[in-house]
């Protein structure tokens, strides 16, 4: 999440990429403003690796597991929507309205979630949950691309990054023994009260450093009402197709049909230009953001699952598995911070994208009970590393090809890219998980594994997502990574 550098709201915008404040993202212009923002990725990490621990056993108790992969897949439909609207929201008037916005429907989903007497009643809440997350992401982006000189972007890409080793370590340990002693509702309910520390710490910075308009001298433009009903337009038409191949019966032709008429003329209209055909430039980091991020999510929500049912796992131990991956993230985020990376971007991108692959298509070995249950943490460091440099990265050349007053809606095309490949890839794992017999799973193993499951439906999940991660080594060829200025006006 990144962007230019700290201007007082009379500044112009030529001025965001001076380096000020000595060039560190801890001196004392930037200090309070880069703990607070990284104490709400914090949290947001905090949630993301606890409820992912404490998911299998609330589908099991609320008679959802047909409907795990909606569990995830409601959280980025809502968020497609959300990210358009705190795209032009930030740009209209700055970023801090939709931050606070999104902190608090992120809260009030969680606690809706958490209150849930029913699989869709769970799954509503983890709608409102998305719709905070997608105000929240691109906020982030646009704080930082005017408080932050592009030098400096890097530096506090691998901060959020780092943000998420102690969440990923004491999250899963935590969740789980919770879920274990207390019930899997406490997780849910128990985080909405870490959201007052980090509003508390950034909102004060970022009035003072990244408020108001980006050219605080120009009319304030209208909202784009076209891009929002092509925003609602996406959300609709992949919770539709979602719902659809969750349903597989010959009447959800009909769900999947609209879905689809929604969502791809929508979807042509806020991606930009030569998205889908790989274009160089801005096209091909905003797919490959897609690709990869679709890819390795859709693959990561099934790993806890399968470990409790198909090997016997304890909540605790299923996401203490994925542990690693938190500061194996962190390294390759940290990576490609570093100065001497820079002319070497292209080929890390590649080299990411080929590990996220291999992580992927190993995890499923510990489907063979020979296999020990603890390979697929050291095939998923792996696949965090590779992330880790893949996610930081294209983030960091997004910004670089947007100018300050597009920050916000290119910003929110990235995210789109993130959270629509999410939808569609967790849709389809989720069809072919349930189409081979992946719902009978929530009542085969409660402590022991193995009796009654399907290793075939967890298989299909994960074997076509290392595919579509492996075509994205290949879009990470085509960045066509120059120099800033001829980056920019190709875009």
Not at 74 to 99: C, H
Not at 216 to 223: D, I, K, S
Not at 336 to 362: H, N
Request: aromatic letters at 8%.
């Amino acid at each position: 999440m990144s962007v230019l550098e700290p201007r007082d709201t009379a500044a112009p915008p030529a001025a965001a990429d001076t380096p000020t404040g000595g060039g560190g993202v801890l001196d004392r212009e930037h200090r309070a403003l880069s703990v607070g923002i990284v104490s709400v990725v914090l949290l947001i990490a905090f949630e993301a690796t606890a409820v992912g621990t404490a998911m299998p056993v609330a589908a099991r108790e609320l008679d959802g597991v047909p409907l795990y992969a909606f569990a995830f897949s409601a959280y980025f439909t809502t968020s497609l929507f959300a990210m358009v609207l705190s795209g032009q929201w930030s740009d209209r008037s700055g970023p801090l309205a939709p931050l606070t916005a999104g902190m608090s429907a992120f809260a009030a989903g969680l606690l809706l979630s958490g209150t849930a007497g029913s699989m869709w009643l769970f799954i509503l809440g983890r709608a409102v949950q998305g719709l905070g997350g997608g105000l929240v992401i691109v906020a982030l982006y646009v704080v930082i691309s005017r408080a932050y000189a592009e030098h400096l972007r890097p530096a506090i890409m691998a901060a959020f990054a780092a943000g998420w080793v102690v969440p990923s370590v004491v999250g899963p340990l935590a969740a789980g023994t919770i879920t274990e002693h207390l019930g899997w509702r406490w997780v849910f309910v128990g985080i909405p009260a870490l959201v007052v520390f980090p509003l508390a710490l950034a909102l004060p910075a970022i009035r003072r450093t990244a408020s108001g308009p980006a050219d605080p001298h120009a009319p304030l433009p209208p909202y784009d009402r076209r891009r929002i009903r092509l925003a609602l337009a996406v959300s609709l038409g992949a919770a539709l197709l979602q719902y659809a191949g969750q349903e597989l019966r010959w009447l959800s032709l009909v769900p999947a049909v609209v879905g689809a008429a929604l969502l791809v003329p929508a979807v042509r209209g806020l991606l930009p230009r030569g998205t889908y055909r790989a274009a160089r430039g801005l096209p091909s980091v905003v797919l490959l953001r897609g690709i990869a991020a679709g890819a390795f999510i859709a693959a990561e929500s099934f790993v806890p699952l399968m470990l409790v049912t198909e090997r016997g796992l304890s909540p605790t131990l299923a996401g203490l598995s994925l542990a690693v991956g938190g500061l194996t993230w962190a390294l390759g985020s940290y990576v490609q911070s570093r100065p001497w990376t820079e002319p070497y971007r292209e080929r890390l991108m590649v080299g990411g994208m080929v590990l996220v692959a291999l992580s992927i298509a190993a995890a499923p070995s510990v489907l063979i009970q020979a296999v020990p249950a603890w390979a697929v943490a050291v095939a998923w460091a792996f696949g965090c590393f590779g992330m880790g440099i893949v996610i930081a990265l294209t983030s960091v050349l997004l910004l670089k090809l947007s100018a300050p007053e597009e920050a916000g809606a290119n910003s929110a095309a990235l995210q789109i890219s993130d959270g629509l490949s999410n939808v569609l890839l967790l849709a389809a794992g989720g069809a072919a998980f349930a189409a081979l017999g992946g719902g009978a799973v929530g009542h085969a193993a409660t402590g022991g594994g193995g009796g009654g499951s399907h290793p075939v439906a967890f298989a299909a999940v994960f074997l076509p997502m290392a595919a579509v991660a492996a075509v994205g080594a290949w879009v990470a060829t085509r960045l066509g990574v120059r120099d800033g200025a001829a980056d920019r006006a190709s875009a």
